[in-house]
């Protein structure tokens, strides 16, 4: 497993380093370090990172005086041991599995970079953003002209929803350029991609980005005062896409290419609205399974490997646009490994007869189910998505690397053992009551 760097530039963050740190830490890739770098705080931001550092070993802490985010960036990078780099902002928090997802594409994929989804928070609204399409390999070419059809998109200029190879970076000398305050980040993206052949586009959301008032998106609202800031980088912008294109084919892109300055970004907003925003919750009533119910409940144990097992299927369906219902329905018949009937999966799935029939018909027309007609019986489905088994799969390791975290292999053998007897037990009952 190789280790991730995860470098995170603070200022002032007394608010919210704790909340983005323990996303971090708490991420079920164990392989990481966090490089915490305090841009010379005025408040209690080091206090506060140096609680972080004494509770976990994998946090390396620096302290610098204030030059600015791109500052911050380098000493991070400078400090970096890993064989992946990744940011994250201060304001902002990344889903559990974000760092997981992306190596696993970049591992897969052998590319250079993997660019992933991301969720857009203002002011407790979260919606859903991505300008890719089709998740899969580009080429350079192929993602410049993606560029070009959304070039102001957070979802191309900023470092977050990045994962980055330290290799490229320090064997080519890549750095933040501190001289500029907006746009530093795109301009590492465009020296980055000049020495990259394929990239990775992950359908999944690997960060909560966080309106924060005051900040440069904000400001670029203003369309005067973003047009001039513009005409301080489009010569980067423009020195990128002359290098990836040959000669006839820059040309023709040139009008598009300028565009950029007048460009504003889609994906910039969350409005209570628009199709597809919802509201931050609480967790999901999870603070409700930790103190409403008692430690040895059922119940509690039941929802929580329930919600755990949901989570990592939405991470599924998010990458093949499938929904909850029809990765559950395949997940079953990859588990069972014989045609079912529509009973079989409503049992094995919780999902009613007509919601269980309507992800069929879904998976039965994407060709990764197939009607099996059996004369004199009820029709059986037959799992044909061989692309799927392996995440499929996948989710159990995942599933156990969770739930068995810090168990010995006595200890795992021991629970195996006594899971075994329970399930037999509830079984016998259950079957029993059904003869009668």
């Not at 992933?116 to 410049?144: H, M, P």
Request: hydrophobic share 40%; proline share 3%.
């Amino acid at each position: 497993m190789e280790k991730v760097s995860v470098i995170v530039p603070v200022y002032n963050g007394e608010q919210r380093v704790e909340r983005c740190a323990e996303s971090i830490l708490s991420q079920d890739y164990p392989e990481l370090e966090l490089i915490l770098v305090d841009d010379g705080s005025r408040d209690s931001s080091f206090e506060l990172m140096r609680k972080i550092a004494a509770g976990d070993s994998r946090v390396k802490l620096v302290r610098k005086e204030n030059g600015g985010v791109s500052s911050a960036r380098n000493r991070g990078l400078s400090e970096a041991s890993g064989t992946y780099i990744q940011f994250a902002d201060v304001d902002d928090w990344l889903p559990m599995d974000a760092t997981k997802l992306m190596v696993r594409e970049m591992e897969a994929s052998g590319a250079q970079l993997v660019v992933g989804d991301f969720y857009r928070v203002v002011e407790g609204n979260v919606s859903k953003k991505g300008a890719i399409e089709k998740g899969g390999i580009l080429s350079l070419r192929a993602y410049a002209d993606q560029m070009m059809l959304g070039p102001a998109d957070l979802y191309f200029g900023v470092l977050w929803n990045k994962l980055y190879r330290r290799e490229i970076i320090e064997l080519y000398s890549i750095r933040m350029d501190e001289s500029i305050s907006y746009s530093e980040d795109m301009i590492f993206n465009l020296e980055y991609l000049l020495h990259v052949q394929a990239i990775a586009v992950l359908k999944a959301p690997v960060y909560y980005y966080q309106y924060t008032k005051g900040s440069l998106v904000d400001q670029s609202l203003n369309l005067n005062a973003t047009v001039k800031m513009k005409k301080s980088v489009i010569g980067y912008y423009n020195d990128f896409f002359r290098s990836t294109f040959e000669t006839p084919d820059y040309k023709e892109r040139l009008p598009v290419i300028y565009s950029y300055l007048l460009a504003v970004s889609r994906d910039s907003l969350a409005l209570s609205f628009m199709p597809g925003t919802k509201k931050l919750g609480d967790g999901g009533g999870l603070s409700a399974l930790s103190e409403g119910l008692e430690e040895n409940s059922p119940l509690r144990s039941a929802i929580l490997r329930n919600r755990l097992l949901t989570r990592y299927m939405e991470s599924i369906g998010r990458r093949h646009s499938l929904d909850g219902a029809a990765v559950r329905l395949l997940y079953c018949m990859d588990k069972l490994g014989v045609p079912c009937t529509t009973e079989t999966l409503c049992t094995l799935t919780g999902l009613g007869k007509t919601a269980a029939l309507v992800a069929l018909a879904r998976l039965m027309a994407e060709g990764l189910v197939r009607r099996q007609l059996v004369s004199g019986q009820s029709d059986v489905f037959v799992f044909q998505a061989p692309e799927l088994r392996e995440e499929l799969r996948q989710l159990d390791r995942d599933m156990d690397a969770v739930c068995f975290d810090g168990f010995s292999d006595e200890e795992l053998s021991q629970y195996l053992e006594f899971q075994r007897r329970i399930d037999g037990s509830i079984l016998r009952r259950l079957r029993a009551e059904s003869a009668r």
